[in-house]
């Protein structure tokens, strides 16, 4: 069983989503890539977003890496990323978010995940290249964003000082990862610094223990904020956290950390899972309002594959059987709803009912990165189980 699982996330991933971007999203004529594909792969829009400009670089680079030096994979990372140098930074080395299809700048550097990802790429592509320009660049921009992390929008944020200062989960998030994306470049005490203190931010300043949840918002000091933002729950972000948090607790041999991971993804599925239509909520209230997002209901793609990621992880070093009967659920609904056998690659946005809300396979917020990555993740989870005769429950 697990030998059929693995084969099926290996195959659609080397057969079918690779392939996809390489054949529809490079632009040759001025340089990265388009991520605006309608479900035959056309292109509908020609802006390019930094952060799916930089992930897709990461992407590629990581499977020549990891995976297979294959030369046209290097080619499509460098491809990227030749791109970003040339037009993704303004004058202070921060990240654009976007610009248009010629490279000028659309939007400032607001998000400070367009620095996140570019300094996944370049760490990422520095080790495939053996380029020591592209591992400069993935160091400074870790450190900008360290001293960012206090205030990621800096001057674009909307809100007013003061008046209802909250904290997002999402960085210390992204941090966890982050952290070893970058530990062959940094020094080990960064790295063990930034690991300590992520693990606190996740595990304990945003975990709610009454609910066994994570919040997406608290104060500053970590208290809950009853407000829209403080009631909030973003299912996917967390559960995505929790395999970041189980790499780490399996790197720390930290049993109790990687049990604690376990229950979080869990009871988040027990509370976010859609018991009449299936899937997982994309936002919630942890008590029970409504939401202010009005896609609040929708079934997303990332939030799917990365739930499947920790579900295998989670059974690949507890054998939790709850693990496996939940890999199971998602991996049903995942695979029957997202997949798109006729034109290849995986839509990701459905209605609560599981119908394809919108019919495109790349846009402004989804490009390549969640689905392969997440492939390569499951694949090679299950293959490890295998190799170790660990029997699916």
Known sequence: MLKNYANQYRNNLLNDVIPFWMKHSLDREQGGFFTCLDSQGQVYDTDKFIWLQARQVWTFSMLYNRLEQRQEWLNVAEHGADFLLKHGRAADGSWYFSTIREGKALIQPYNIFSDCFATMAFGQLSQAAQNQEYADIAKTTFEQILNRRHNPKG?????????????????????????LEMEHLLDKSLVDQTIHECI???????????????????????SFSDSFEGRLLNPGHTIEAMWFIMDLAVRLNDKALLEKAVKITLDTLEYSWDREFGGIYYFMDIKGAP???????????????????????????????????????????????????????????LDRRGEVLLPLKGGKWKGCYHVPRALYQCWQTLEGMNKKSIKAF
């Open 155 to 179: 001057p674009w944020s909307k809100a007013v000082a003061g008046t209802r200062p909250l904290k997002n989960f999402a960085l210390p998030m992204i941090l966890c990862n982050l952290s």
């Open 200 to 222: 606190h931010e996740v595990m304990e300043v945003f975990y709610e223990p009454k609910s066994g949840l994570i919040l997406e918002n608290v104060t500053p000091d970590g």
């Open 291 to 349: 939401p202010q997002q009005l896609e609040w209901n929708q079934k997303l793609w990332w939030v799917h594959v990365e739930t499947l990621i920790a579900l295998l992880k989670g059974y690949q070093h507890t054998q939790n059987p709850a693990c496996w009967e939940w890999f199971e659920r998602v991996h049903s609904y995942t695979w029957s709803h997202f997949p798109d056998p006729v034109h290849g690659e995986w839509y990701g946005y």
